[in-house]
T-cell receptor
Framework: KAGVTQTPRYLIKTRGQQVTLSCSPISGHRSVSWYQQTPGQGLQFLFE???????NKGNFPGRFSGRQFSNSRSEMNVSTLELGDSALYLC?????????????FGPGTRLTVL | AQSVSQHNHHVILSEAASLELGCNYS??????LFWYVQYPGQHLQLLLKYFSGDPLVKGIKGFEAEFIKSKFSFNLRKPSVQWSDTAEYFCAVNPSGGYQKVTFGTGTKLQVIP
């Protein structure tokens, strides 16, 4: 099975711009979670989608949003970029039909905001 | 809300030394616990997980972890480390019975010297 794929792998943007990141989960996985990884804060949970519905959300401002399509592919969007948004954004997929299960991570998108 | 503490940020060991990485969590209810590893240049991947049952969990590559409920701890151990274990290790917790909303610790960087 192909793993979790994320595109693009690298992005450079300037403050005030917006950006859209894409994630394709492992085939058959319906849950997609997004994380922000920075050296100082580690991995922080952004949100989780299941069957096109956001089920959980972390403590990030409304500038961070996401969606999931019927094929389980997911996108996250960050509007009005700030310098502090520079980070590695990770996507993880898992079944689970219900509850909690192992997450499989993609390689991440490295976002640099200048 | 749950939180996870990893006490050691950077650990340096010689090959064949024993390893124990601390992880404590804060949450009032039942949890699922995970250890993930990120080798240099690679994706995050699961080392082991605890959902229920035997509190001593064995994972890949000779790693194990023990869940001590009274101490809210889930420490990772390996009797004899190898140079190839050089990586960053993350402890994570997710409340049981709900959906994916995983909280990660800030990670411990392990450097194994040949």
């Amino acid at each position: 099975k192909a793993g979790v794929t994320q595109t693009p792998r690298y992005l450079i943007k300037t403050r005030g711009q917006q950006v859209t990141l894409s994630c394709s989960p492992i085939s058959g996985h319906r849950s997609v979670s997004w994380y922000q990884q920075t050296p100082g804060q580690g991995l922080q949970f952004l949100f989780e989608y299941f069957s096109e519905t956001q089920r959980n959300k972390g403590n990030f401002p409304g500038r961070f949003s996401g969606r999931q399509f019927s094929n389980s592919r997911s996108e996250m969007n960050v509007s009005t970029l700030e310098l502090g948004d520079s980070a590695l954004y990770l996507c993880a997929s898992s079944l689970p039909l219900a509850g909690v299960d192992t997450q499989y991570f993609g390689p991440g998108t490295r976002l640099t905001v200048l | 809300a749950q939180s996870v503490s990893q006490h050691n940020h950077h650990v340096i060991l010689s090959e064949a030394a024993s390893l124990e990485l601390g992880c404590n969590y804060s949450y009032g209810g039942t949890v699922n616990l995970f250890w993930y590893v990120q080798y240099p240049g690679q994706h995050l991947q699961l080392l082991l997980k605890y959902f229920s049952g035997d509190p001593l969990v064995k994972g890949i590559k000779g790693f194990e972890a023990e869940f001590i409920k009274s101490k809210f701890s889930f420490n990772l151990r390996k009797p004899s480390v190898q140079w190839s274990d050089t990586a960053e290790y993350f402890c994570a917790v997710n409340p049981s019975g709900g959906y994916q909303k995983v909280t990660f610790g800030t990670g411990t960087k392990l450097q194994v010297i040949p």
